[in-house]
């Protein structure tokens, strides 16, 4: 047996199969405690470090010396034996002595893997080959399968390797089941030669049962799938040709992949039963029913092509009105107000015969309070029915102002802080949870580090810094030292925290980074960066020298807000306990304290001042001066994007550390555009906690990034935007602007998070619409901002019911871009302005909104049935008084 584990370590999987064969069964299992314990000591190893060729023999040993069927099956598929898995030839010769029960259930086993766990088809099909057993349709072998004869290229053409497949029907059948065609996707191909081509031809030619797979076909295209599944299975289906009485029976198939499918298929659906309603061979109710899923439909291709194959059918068959004019009232709903028009069209073709159908009548009345308001008085002439309340009634809707939540006491017990500290490593968390965390390491800190240790211990156990001495040694130092590039985000900050408390990181290299901080770089985010680095690098060096009992610095509440009442009581602990104050978290503190509430800030003033301390008459002199004037600020452009600079703020540069007066000095337009190697490092919500009521200030310095997110697409620039419109000061244009380029933002997520901040500033009563609204025109125009990105944005708010706010916002954008179409007859913004135009009236109508336009008379005299045409007519009716008499 010394032989077979010679053999096994030296990597020879062929020696290793012939010497065990020689062995009796119990000598093999004798063997597997062994092959088991050379498994872990390679497992052990790190992957720099690991040697990879003993693995296949190991893989046979294994697989011979298991007794039972699932055990081998097991040890075969095991996750480390898949990167160097032993010959298919040699794994088969080593299980060729087990009975064909045995081998049967050992190729269920691995077929019952998940494709991810890549076991070799060719192993699975010879152990179904030798064992005779049915084949198991799993998704694991039909994916081993379709890739071993996509692979399988040679001369021979696919449809004659698939003919000569002997398990072609179940595996075709288990094709159509797969969950998931991500993995062979790619291998369908199109046109002659593809699969879809060869299946076809063997269904037409007998090969497969062509009933059998035609079913398969709709089923899986009704089922659904991955977001391209149906570039398979669709023109699958068209080349098997369904014939008129196979359509005819499968009604209810089209239907509801009409109602319910992508839309390629939806379209082909469509067009299915659009065949048989023509001819005669679907019922006014079948149509009808088809409709109302279809009407709803966002793509307007789909619901016009069936208003019109309504129309065609209502023209032949009178008596299909009371069925089918009820559905086509499902299209007043449309979000498309010249959808809606359409349908009202047909509504008024055919009113006339409703008139013995009360039932069908009230249920098209009914859908009228859908349409636009222009399109109901129409509507109600057509049905003899009275108008429409005049929109004059109407209340605006805005989300409640948002509460910040106070901050919960620091962690009590050094179990419950290494929980919440846990946490945050693993998946991240707020700026009041990463402030919570760092309150209470400084707190147990300061009371027990030993207890603190011990608490922390199984969140430690397996960080990286946490290595043999051998690794560790240098790579800690390194990586947190004052050579470090990049400046501490949270989680970095946590680490060093806790490799400080460890001991990893020598208090000389913590004195040095403090002291030096992380290489300067000039750049208008830097500022808010180095203050959580300096901060959070403090805090390290104070863990090891002098440990403080609590943090100055802990928001009182969600947005970073520090009561000052508060600030003044931990300035007093500080005092009675004799701890001396860290500068950086002083310095946070003081931006940190609330001053807007004169009250509060006059009364903990006086407090301060009582304390007899340097810190309590600094805080006094901080409260007692009243918030800061914003900076002096200019727009500059850079081209298609709008910034502004911003000057000094002196109050920040006096008696703060240097790290925090960065963030007062002036922000110029050559500063916004230099390359930083901080972007995509940015944690924007600590941003604002560090001048939560600063607000300005933080906008000037985000608005690069969010112009970013609608200039050159990038994703997630916006997430800050809420936060900023919850902060306090000023909103001036800084921030607007912000909002201005979130709207406009390329990824929805984005557009979304500017909705938010939009309709949270509105709710606040800080919202200037004619300032952003002026801001959208001109970026629009200049190309930063796409009018179609800005329609979506504004109809997202507007459907919360901000209809007046949008409104508001919009007067002020509209004109700019309705001038430049009247003085050169066309624009750069032209296309998608009839959206926002289509946006724009149907926050009019709703609001009752009345007045003049600038330029909407020009753009609402063009010719045509333009969408731009179309929709300046309907706001120019919507402005010019009340729709309804």
């Known amino acids: 047996m010394s032989a077979v584990l010679e053999a096994v370590r030296a990597g020879r999987a062929g020696e290793t199969e012939l010497l065990l064969r020689k062995l009796t069964e119990a000598e093999r299992r004798a063997l597997l405690p062994e092959l088991q314990k050379m498994r872990k000591e390679i497992r052990a190893t790190s992957w720099e470090e690991r040697d990879g060729r003993m693995y296949p023999a190991l893989q046979v040993a294994g697989a011979m010396c298991h007794s039972g069927a699932a055990a ?25 002595d087990r009975d064909t029960g045995w081998q049967a259930d050992v190729a269920r086993r691995l077929a019952a893997r998940p494709v991810s766990a890549d076991v070799p088809f060719e192993l699975m099909a010879g152990l179904v080959r030798r064992s005779g057993c ?58 002659p030669g593809s699969w879809q081509s060869a299946l076809a031809e063997l269904a037409h030619a007998g090969t497969l049962d062509r009933g059998a797979v035609l079913d398969a076909c709709v089923a899986r295209l009704l089922r659904g799938g991955g977001p391209t599944d149906h570039r398979i299975f669709l023109p699958l289906l068209v080349q098997l040709a369904p014939t008129r009485d196979e359509e005819r029976e499968r009604v209810a198939d089209w239907t509801a992949l009409a109602r319910d499918a992508v839309s390629p298929v939806a379209g082909h659906a469509q067009s299915v039963l659009a065949a048989l309603a023509l001819d005669g061979d679907l019922t006014p109710r079948q149509l009808a029913e088809a409709s109302e899923g279809l009407l709803f439909r966002a793509e307007k291709k789909l619901v016009r092509a069936q208003l019109v194959l309504l129309g065609k059918v209502l023209a032949r068959d009178a008596s299909a009105a009371r069925l089918l004019l009820p559905a086509v009232a499902q299209a007043f709903g449309h979000e498309d107000t010249q959808v809606q028009e359409r349908a009202l069209k047909l509504v008024e073709r055919h009113a006339g015969r409703l008139d013995d159908d009360v039932t069908a009548r009230s249920e098209v009345a009914d859908a009228v309070r859908q349409l636009s308001w222009a399109l109901r008085v129409r509507a109600a002439g057509a049905l003899g029915v009275a108008p429409v309340p005049d929109p004059e009634a109407y209340e605006e809707v805005l989300p409640p102002v948002p509460e910040p939540q106070r901050l919960a006491p620091a962690p009590a017990s050094a179990e419950e802080l290494a929980e919440e500290v846990g946490a945050l490593l693993a998946s991240g968390g707020d700026v009041p949870a990463f402030e919570r965390a760092l309150d209470g390491l400084a707190r147990h800190a300061h009371r027990d580090q030993d207890a603190l240790r011990e608490a922390l211990e199984p969140t430690v156990a397996g960080r990286w810094w946490r290595q043999p001495e051998a690794h560790r040694g240098w790579h800690a130092e390194e990586y947190f030292g004052p050579t470090r590039r990049e400046l501490l985000g949270p989680k970095d900050g946590l680490e060093l925290l806790l490799a400080t408390l460890y001991g990893v990181v020598s208090t000389a290299t913590l004195l040095a980074a403090l002291q030096r901080g992380p290489a300067d770089h000039q750049c208008p985010r830097h500022g808010f960066s180095r203050v959580l680095d300096v901060r959070l690098r403090e805090l390290a060096y104070r863990i090891r020298t002098d440990p403080q009992p609590l943090l100055l610095a802990t928001p009182t509440w969600s947005t970073g807000l520090l009561e000052p009442g508060e600030l003044v009581d931990r300035l007093d602990a500080f005092r009675r306990l004799g701890a001396r104050v860290g500068d950086a978290d002083f310095a946070q503190a003081l931006l940190r304290v609330r001053r807007e509430d004169r009250t509060a800030a006059l009364a903990a003033a006086g407090r301060a001042r009582g304390l007899g301390t340097p810190e309590g008459e600094r805080l006094a002199g901080w409260l007692s001066a009243g918030g800061p004037a914003l900076p002096a600020s200019d727009r500059r452009m850079s081209g298609p994007r709008i910034l502004v600079e911003s000057g000094e703020v002196v109050e920040l540069q006096q008696h703060f550390p240097e790290a925090f007066r960065r963030l007062g000095r002036p922000v110029a337009l050559s500063e916004q555009l230099r390359y930083c190697y901080h972007w995509g490092q940015e944690d924007h919500a600590t941003w604002l906690a560090t001048l939560p009521e600063q607000r300005e200030l933080v906008a000037v310095r985000l608005m690069h990034d969010l112009a970013e997110a609608a200039v050159d697409d990038q994703r997630g620039m916006a997430a800050a935007l809420p936060l900023l419109a919850e902060a306090g000061g000023t909103a001036g244009e800084s921030t607007h602007l912000c909002v201005a380029y979130g709207l406009g933002a390329r990824h929805p997520e984005d557009r979304l998070a500017a ?131």
Not at 77 to 84: E, F, K, L, N, S
Not at 159 to 174: F, S
């Open 134 to 191: 049915a084949v198991p349709v799993t998704d694991a072998y039909v994916v081993g399968w379709v890739r071993h004869v996509g692979h399988t290229w040679g001369r021979v053409p696919l449809v004659e390797r698939l003919r000569a497949e002997p398990d072609l029907a179940a595996l075709v059948r288990g094709l159509f089941e797969l969950s998931d065609l991500a993995e062979v996707r790619w291998l369908f191909g199109d046109g």
């Open 72 to 96: 081998a099956a097991t040890w075969i598929a095991g996750a480390d034996m898949r990167w160097r898995q032993a010959p298919v030839e040699t794994l088969l010769k080593a299980l060729a």
């Open 755 to 885: 909705v938010d901040a939009l309709l949270v500033l509105a709710a606040r009563g800080q919202l200037d619409a004619e300032r952003l609204g002026a801001d959208l025109g001109q970026l629009v125009r200049r190309g930063a901002v796409k009018p179609l990105r800005l329609a979506e944005s504004a109809r997202t708010a507007a459907a919360t019911g901000a209809n007046g706010t949008i409104w508001e916002m919009l007067r002020h954008a509209l004109p700019v871009l309705l001038a430049d179409l009247a003085t050169a007859g066309t624009s750069g913004s032209a296309r998608g302005l009839g959206e926002l135009l289509s946006t724009a009236a149907e926050c009019a109508e709703r609001s009752g909104a009345r007045g003049d336009l600038p330029h909407l008379s020009g753009a609402a005299a063009r010719r045509g049935s333009s969408r731009l045409a179309v929709q300046a007519r309907r706001l120019r009716d919507a402005l010019a008084g009340p729709v309804a008499a």
